[in-house]
């Protein structure tokens, strides 16, 4: 294993936006530039987009969270995390962990009683990493979706 980093977390900024869409195609989505910089101008209270960053202040991975409105199915306030990707080069080092524990603090702030994600059932490796950090898998499902 290579040796943890000295990694920052912080919102990101519109600067960050072109190093966002290059982690994104690692996990093999393809966003346009100008919706990247547009979810980044609409973070606020119940949306954010965190940063990794190191000594250097190089941008090594991202985070997506926002608020779930507690409905039928659930009672609970809740955050729920989109989107997590750390550079190919730098897993396994610390800012994949320091991000999700930043979107937790992110989600007690705002009175989140429970914190949830999706995860590619391909990506069995972010699954043990999920599992790692104390996050219990409650169900699997398939997706379904129609181009209108």
């Known amino acids: 294993m290579s040796r943890a980093l000295n990694t920052n977390i912080r919102a990101a900024r519109l600067g960050d936006a072109p190093r966002l869409v290059e982690l994104l195609q690692q996990?093999?989505?393809?966003?346009?530039?100008?919706?990247?910089?547009?979810?980044i101008a609409a973070t606020?209270?119940?949306?954010?987009?965190?940063?990794?960053?190191?000594?250097?202040?190089?941008?090594?991975?991202?985070?997506?969270?926002?608020?779930?409105?507690?409905g039928v199915t659930t009672a609970e306030r809740g955050g729920f995390i989109s989107a997590v990707v750390v550079d190919g080069a730098d897993r396994s080092r610390g800012a994949g962990e320091a991000l999700v524990r930043a979107a937790e603090e992110w989600a007690r702030e705002r009175g989140c009683a429970i914190l949830e994600?999706?995860?590619n059932v391909v990506r069995a490796r972010a699954h043990a990493f999920y599992e790692r950090l104390g996050y219990?898998?409650?169900?699997?499902?398939?997706l379904y979706a129609r181009v209108l």
């Open 27 to 39: 996990l093999g989505y393809v966003v346009a530039l100008s919706h990247v910089e547009r979810s």
């Open 117 to 119: 994600l999706r995860t």
């Open 44 to 70: 606020g209270n119940d949306y954010g987009i965190l940063v990794a960053i190191d000594e250097d202040i190089s941008v090594l991975g991202m985070l997506e969270v926002r608020l779930s409105v507690a």
């Open 136 to 142: 219990a898998r409650k169900k699997s499902q398939h």
